[in-house]
T-cell receptor, first 111, second 113 residues
Framework: DQQVKQNSPSLSVQEGRISILNCDYT??????FLWYKKYPAEGPTFLIS?????DKNEDGRFTVFLNKSAKHLSLHIVPSQPGDSAVYFC??????????FGTGTRLTIIP | DADVTQTPRNRITKTGKRIMLECSQT?????MYWYRQDPGLGLRLIYY???????NKGEISDGYSVSRQAQAKFSLSLESAIPNQTALYFC????????????FGPGTRLLVL
């Protein structure tokens, strides 16, 4: 049972435009959500997170939105840059326990 | 120097061989994790340890074992490697108390022939 789902395996976006990556979850107990970015031959790196008591968290060009009623979160990157090309994983946890990861979305920024 | 290191970075082995992957961290975190990444399947948890005396199975622990030698070291063993254990393996750490953000090593690429 995939509790965290990223339904888009890949996404291509023009440089300078907005990239929107989506993630859905099924477990209503999740209380903390994260986005990780992964380049080839490197480990995932933490990008941004959001607690379930919030609906938005912003860090520079990156914003995460959480819609608890829809069990949906999204990552917005504005403006998109070539260095943003990577695989993005969403993850969720509850009670500061282990993380459950989605399957990832490969983002390609087109110059 | 990297906070979370993994050795080896690449390994080729044969079916039936025992292999150990090692992870060390300098972040001072109590919690450590082992994941594998397969195409289209994301990151799946193999084992995790919340302190030196606490070891827990993850969602795909069959065929694997772990050892937590110290706060800073967490090793993953494949007792008898099989081809479907070919994957990318990642070690991660997190602090407690905290939000649960995990910090990953660079990964080990394992090929089982």
């Amino acid at each position: 049972d995939q509790q965290v789902k990223q339904n888009s395996p890949s996404l291509s976006v023009q440089e300078g435009r907005i990239s929107i990556l989506n993630c859905d979850y099924t477990n209503s107990m999740f209380d903390y959500f994260l986005w990780y970015k992964k380049y080839p031959a490197e480990g995932p790196t933490f990008l941004i997170s959001i607690s379930s008591i919030k609906d938005k968290n912003e860090d520079g060009r990156f914003t995460v939105f959480l819609n608890k009623s829809a069990k949906h979160l999204s990552l917005h990157i504005v403006p998109s840059q070539p260095g943003d090309s990577a695989v993005y994983f969403c993850a969720a946890s509850f009670g500061n326990e282990k993380l459950t990861f989605g399957t990832g979305t490969r983002l390609t920024i087109i110059p | 120097d990297a906070d979370v290191t993994q050795t080896p970075r690449n390994r080729i082995t044969k079916t039936g061989k025992r292999i150990m992957l090692e992870c060390s961290q300098t972040k001072g975190h109590d919690r450590m994790y082992w994941y594998r990444q397969d195409p289209g399947l994301g990151l799946r948890l193999i084992y995790y340890s919340f302190d030196v005396k606490d070891i827990n199975k993850g969602e795909i622990s069959d065929g694997y074992s772990v050892s937590r030698q110290a706060q800073a070291k967490f090793s993953l063993s494949l007792e008898s490697a099989i081809p479907n254990q070919t994957a990318l393996y990642f070690c991660a750490t997190s602090e407690f108390p905290g939000q649960g953000t995990q910090y990953f090593g660079p990964g080990t690429r394992l090929l089982v022939l």
